[in-house]
């Protein structure tokens, strides 16, 4: 049996985030599931809700193999045989051999289901219509979200991305954070441009064109420090991270770029704290930074760092991306 945890009126699995996607997915499959088996029983249907899909692709389009019904329904082909089975054995399927191809075996609904059919298409009719305007009224439709979801997943993955995360994170043991090296400039380059491109269009101002394409003169040589991240292994850049200087007690960050592959793994934090250690280590008062609304990861971490936000000393930011302006008193 599915235990909500509530507290108050607050529902526990709410709370839980991204983490608990799943979970709470299985809990409204349940919930609905359990709806639409009362309601075949009040029509006197005996039909496991699980056998639908299979059950009304077969009545669309006809007879197919296992293998094309996983496909077509971008399930497991083991799936498709387990359920193929139970319904065989309910007497809703049936299995033939394809005269064009004895070792294809061809699933097609029985007599029995297409008796079903007349009984059970208005029920389903009715779930639609209810279901339908449940979704009209939300604001972000389910099933568009579900879909652009799925879309993602599809091309992001899942088990792959997460399991290099935790591989990454054990080899962030390897990462070490070191000053300036002329030799890495055009990783400070790279490793910026690669933000700009991916959230802004590649939009450099010339503020920036002159920070990344001369970072000596636009941070060291005014009082600032540059740090990078460092994989011992193979001595590759993975991050970076600028502390420009405004007067001796007002410090920048700027400037601070993690590789996709490493981020996630405490990259960012690791060179967040190096360059704050500075700044309390030259007696500043305060670290400010700007930054946007579009970076979620980036200001989790600055929030998680102390930084709030605040409004701009000037009115508004000489970079259009820049929409939040935060600062750390020390």
Same mark, same amino acid.
């Given at each position: ?14 709370? *839980? ?5 799943? %979970?709470?997915?299985?809990?409204? %499959? ?13 029509? /006197? ?6 056998? *639908?899909?299979? *059950? ?12 094309? #019904?996983?496909?077509?329904? !971008?399930?497991? =082909?083991? !799936? ?35 008796? @079903? ?22 604001? =972000? ?16 993955? *899942? ?12 080899? %962030? ?9 002329? /030799?890495?400039?055009? !990783?400070?380059?790279? +490793?910026? +441009? !690669? ?50 200087? =405004? ?16 981020? /996630?793994? /405490? ?17 500043? #008062? ?22 709030? @936000? ?18 750390? %008193?020390?």
């Amino acid at each position: 049996m599915l235990i909500v945890w509530v507290l108050g009126d607050m529902d526990y699995m709410k709370s *839980f985030g991204s983490l608990s996607l799943g %979970s709470r997915l299985k809990r409204l %499959s349940d919930r609905l599931v359990q709806d639409v088996i009362r309601l075949y029983q009040s029509q /006197g249907i005996n039909l496991n809700p699980s056998f *639908f899909p299979l *059950f009304n692709m077969l009545h669309q389009r006809g007879e197919m193999t296992v293998t094309e #019904a996983a496909d077509k329904l !971008a399930v497991s =082909h083991p !799936a498709i045989s387990k359920l193929a089975r139970k319904m065989q054995q309910e007497g809703w399927l049936s299995k033939t051999a394809d005269p064009n191809d004895e070792r294809r075996q061809l699933l097609a609904l029985t007599a029995q289901s297409k008796t @079903l059919l007349e009984q059970i298409a208005p029920v389903w009719q009715a779930i639609e219509t209810h279901l339908d305007g449940l979704i009209e009224a939300q604001q =972000h439709p389910l099933l568009d979200s579900l879909a652009e979801f799925e879309a993602l997943l599809t091309e992001q993955g *899942f088990y792959a991305p997460v399991l290099q995360q935790l591989t990454r994170r054990h080899e %962030s043991e390897e990462v070490v954070i070191t000053g300036w090296d002329e /030799g890495c400039r055009e !990783a400070f380059k790279r +490793l910026n +441009l !690669a933000w700009l491109t991916h959230y802004f269009d590649a939009e450099l101002t010339p503020r920036d064109s002159e920070a990344l394409d001369n970072p000596e003169g636009y941070y060291l040589a005014r009082g600032g420090y540059i740090w990078f991240a460092r994989h011992q292994l193979d001595n590759q850049v993975v991050g970076c991270v600028a502390l420009a200087r =405004h007067s001796d007690g007002r410090y920048e960050i700027s400037k601070m770029g993690v590789d996709d592959a490493w981020q /996630g793994v /405490g990259v960012g934090r690791r060179l967040l704290m190096a360059a704050l250690d500075k700044a309390r280590e030259l007696g500043a #008062a305060e670290v400010f930074l700007e930054t946007s609304s579009k970076l979620d990861r980036a200001l989790q971490l600055y929030r998680h760092m102390g930084f709030r @936000l605040a409004p701009h000393p000037r009115g508004v930011s000489y970079y259009n991306r820049a929409d939040f302006y935060m600062r750390l %008193s020390l």
